[in-house]
Each structure stands twice: as C-alpha cells, then as structure tokens.
C-alpha cells in the first residue's frame, strides 16, 4: 500500500491531534530553551538575575513534576473527558506564562514554573493516546512517526523564533508562546472528536491508586528499576541542553565566524537571527539540535535498526556523551555546532530505542504498565540536571562567579549586586578597573578559569550511563537477553 493511500486513511481528530502537537511544542520549546537565560541574565536586559543555583532548583522540580504528573493528569483526562482536560492545560499554560513574565522574585517565578508544568502535566497524556486511538496495525507505525516529526518542528520553529523575536524584549517571548497556545483553543472547538470511552468505568480514585499501584508493581522487578535508574543518568546528562547550553552559550561562545557566513550569503537571514553583538542569537542557535533531527532522523532510525536496542541505547549515549564534550569545550561556534550535531546523533540514536527495549523485554502481560513507568527516569534526570545546572556549574562555569573570585585575588572594590547595581553593571566595571574590554576579559578568564571544564562533568555523566548499561547487560539481564 502507498504512503499517499495511508494518509487518506486518517482521522480529522489525528490530523487536529497533530496540529495541537505542533503548536504546544512550539509555545512550550520558544519559553524552554530561553528560560535558563531568563532566570539568570542581568535584570537590566529584563530578565530575573538569579543565580545558577537557583535555576537549577526551578528547572529541576518543575519539570520534575512534569513528566511524574501524568501517572495522575492521565488518569483524571480518562474520568473527566480529553477536551476539558486539553482546555484546562491551555488555560493554565497561558495563566503560567503570563505570571512568569509578570513576576521577578524567585518564590514567585517558582511557582509559575510549577503551575506551567502541571498545565503540561495535563496535555502530555492526551495527545500521544489520541495518536495511539486514531491509528491501528497498519497505519500506526506512519502515524507516530508524524506525530514525532510534529515533536520536532515544533521544538525547532519556537525558539529559533524566540530567538529573533528576543530582541526587541522578553515579553515578545511569552506573547509569542501564549499566543500560540491560543489557537489550540481553536483548533479544539474545530475539528477535535472526544474519543469514545471503552471498558468499564471506573471511579477516578480507584484509576489514580491503580497508577500508583501500577508504579509499585514495576518498582518489585529490581532489574527494571536499575534499567530507570542508570537512564537517569542518560536524561540528567541529555538535559543540560536546556538548564546549562543556552548559558554557557551566552557567556562564553564566539559565534561571529558562523554570523559572518550567513551574512555572505544572506544579509536580511544575519541580521534578523544576529544577537545584535555580530553573533547568533543563543536561543536560535540553541535550536539546532531539533533541526538535526528532522534532518537526520529518519536515516539514523534506519541505521540502528540493525543492533539490539541496549546495543543502540549503549552506543548512542556514548555519541551524546562527545557531543556534550564538544558543545562544553570550546569557544569557537563552529566547533560547538558541530558538537550539537553529534549530541542530536547521539539523542536520535538512544532516545527513541529506550520505549522499544521496555516495550520488547516487559512480561508479556505487563507491557503497557512497563512502558507507563519508562518516564520515570525523565522526570528524575530533570531533578538531576537541575541540581548538575546549580551549584556545580556555577562553581565551574559561571561567568560572574569566577570574576567575583578574581576580583577577589586582584584586591578590587566592586560595589555587590543589587536592585540599583546588576550583574551587568558589576561585570563592566570589573572589565574597567582590570583595564580590558569585555571580550578580553571574557578570554582572560577562559585561559585563567577553564570554564570549559565542565565538560567533564556532564560527559562523565553519559560515560557513566553507558558504562553502567554495558555492566547491566554484561552482568545483570538474564542470559536470554
């Protein structure tokens, strides 16, 4: 059968499905991939100045939550309906973004993040079981794969045009994502079908302690709990694209050589992607990882389906692990590009791999309820990598922690940061009085520092994964596996 003959065979719900995909995945990637900089930037530039530290702790538990809600949101959208599940995440991701931009203490951005999340903690259920509703044997295969492209241009059009719409200011970002959401409301009321309820109905408390009993089942194979536990190593390592790239970016990368291509073939292309500073805007830059995987997926998947599933994971956290090396070493854009392709390789690689080996190896009667628990370790390498993002990183990495720590030896009166004195402000003074320019200063503390060392950490993070994976497969699985 024809691939065109396939697509005749598809609902309005899947294709209305797949739009509401897109478009939260845009709202929610434009906010994403700029918010470690909107937490820790200068408060003169309009965003939140907090420390690393800080940051890490907001990420981490809220999207924590994020993924670990579910086991919940899912049950109560089954109860209460999918529509009025979707149009209660719209509105509290709306509510979420507009209190973010609104409010600048760290308590408060806290629980906007949190009440942003649980509005995702609603919608991620819905939309991958309408997916697996709409499809059968024969169409389902094509259909998760639009439904996964879809993912991926969204996480790619929302922060490559975050990136060019930040200049003009941060509230151009939220208008940007809360707009987006808004036309699911439409597209909701439009052309989604609520799917017909099969089975016995089942009291909505009952539903949430069968999740958690479901939970409690799994945690009783302890084979399968190691397997969560070392892939959280792989998502709190995975994860550093979002709580430490877009800053260390920022802070430390030249990107002017890629800025000075672009405007060789595009002057208009340059400008409206450019940082203003003859670079490329951190947030669109940061956008490369999904363009590689609408690029490359595809053949990637192609390729490993040649090994076993453990075999590909293995291999492709050992790629992300010299991807994040290459992302984390350097100071030259083009390296890091490339640095980014090989983690997008690496991800395209193990990522996808990891819900076809829970879904093989699970007891024959217990797959779903294994495939259920398989995002257990997502939410906990989110805790993770926030906690990697904080204080590690500060200590190693940060910008304005190691010029307070040479400000220091070098004996200079720098007035502290605060309401009337910001980050920015300390930074340039502190160039002033060491007498350099900002560029030499940045390069005197990279050659002084080593910044760049963190790259350690967060590829010994995925080294560690993949060595564990090697042992668990070595050591642990029965000889059968």
């Known amino acids: 059968m024809s691939a065109f003959s396939i697509f005749r065979k598809y609902s ?13 995945r845009w709202a929610w990637y434009g906010f994403y991939l700029a918010l470690a900089l909107f937490l820790v930037n200068s408060k003169d530039t309009g965003a939140l100045g907090f420390t690393q530290a800080q940051k ?18 899912g049950a109560i959208a089954d109860k209460v309906g999918y529509k009025k599940i979707l149009y209660l995440s719209f509105t509290i991701y709306i509510s979420g973004f507009f209190m973010m931009r609104s409010f600048d203490s760290f308590g408060m951005a806290f629980f906007s993040f949190i009440w942003i999340c649980i509005g995702g903690a609603f919608f991620k259920p819905i939309i991958s079981a309408m997916i697996a509703r709409t499809t059968n044997s024969e169409t389902a295969s094509i259909g998760f794969g639009i439904f996964y492209m ?4 969204g996480g790619f059009i929302g922060p490559f045009i975050a990136g060019i719409i930040l200049k003009k200011g941060w509230d151009y970002v939220f208008f940007m994502s809360m707009s987006v959401l808004a036309l699911n409301y439409l597209i909701t009321i439009l052309f989604f079908k609520e799917p017909i309820a099969k089975g016995e109905k089942v009291p909505l408390s009952k539903s949430i302690g069968q999740a958690f009993t479901n939970i409690w089942i799994t945690f009783l194979n302890w084979r399968y709990v190691m397997l969560l536990l070392i892939m959280s190593l792989y998502w709190a390592a995975y994860n550093q694209l979002y709580y430490s790239f877009p800053v260390f970016v920022e802070q430390w990368t030249d990107t002017s050589g890629i800025y000075r291509m672009i405007t060789s073939l595009s002057p208009s292309a340059a400008e409206a992607i450019g940082n203003g500073r003859g670079g490329i805007s951190t947030v669109t830059f940061s956008s490369m990882v999904s363009f590689f995987i609408i690029c490359f997926q595809l053949m990637v998947s192609a390729f490993v389906m040649r090994f076993r599933p453990l075999n590909a994971i293995m291999g492709g956290t050992l790629i992300l692990a010299g991807g994040l090396g290459m992302m984390f070493s350097f100071q030259n854009g083009w390296m890091i590009l490339l640095g980014v392709l090989i983690f997008g390789l690496g991800e395209m690689g193990s990522s996808p791999k990891f819900i076809e080996y829970v879904g093989r190896t699970a007891p024959e009667d217990k797959k779903a309820l294994y495939i259920g628990t398989s995002y257990l370790p997502i939410a906990l390498g ?8 904080g204080g590690i990183f500060e200590s190693i990495s940060d910008k304005l922690f190691l010029l307070k720590k040479e400000v220091a030896q070098l004996g200079l009166q720098i007035p502290e940061i605060s309401e009337s004195f910001s980050k920015n402000d300390y930074i340039e003074e502190a160039a002033r009085q060491m007498k350099m320019s900002s560029s030499e200063m940045t390069g005197f503390l990279w050659s002084n520092h080593h910044p760049e060392n963190i790259w350690i950490v967060y ?17 642990i699985l029965p000889p059968k596996h």
């Open 382 to 389: 989110h805790q993770l990598a926030g906690w990697l993002s």
């Open 56 to 73: 890490g702790l907001i990420m981490g538990t809220g999207s924590m939550l994020l993924y670990f809600l579910p086991v919940i949101t």
């Open 459 to 475: 590829s010994g993070v995925a080294l560690s994964a993949s060595v564990l994976l090697y042992l668990y497969d070595r050591y």
């Open 150 to 153: 879809m993912v991926n241009i």
């Open 12 to 24: 309005r719900t899947f294709w209305a499905s797949n739009l509401i995909e897109l478009f939260e």
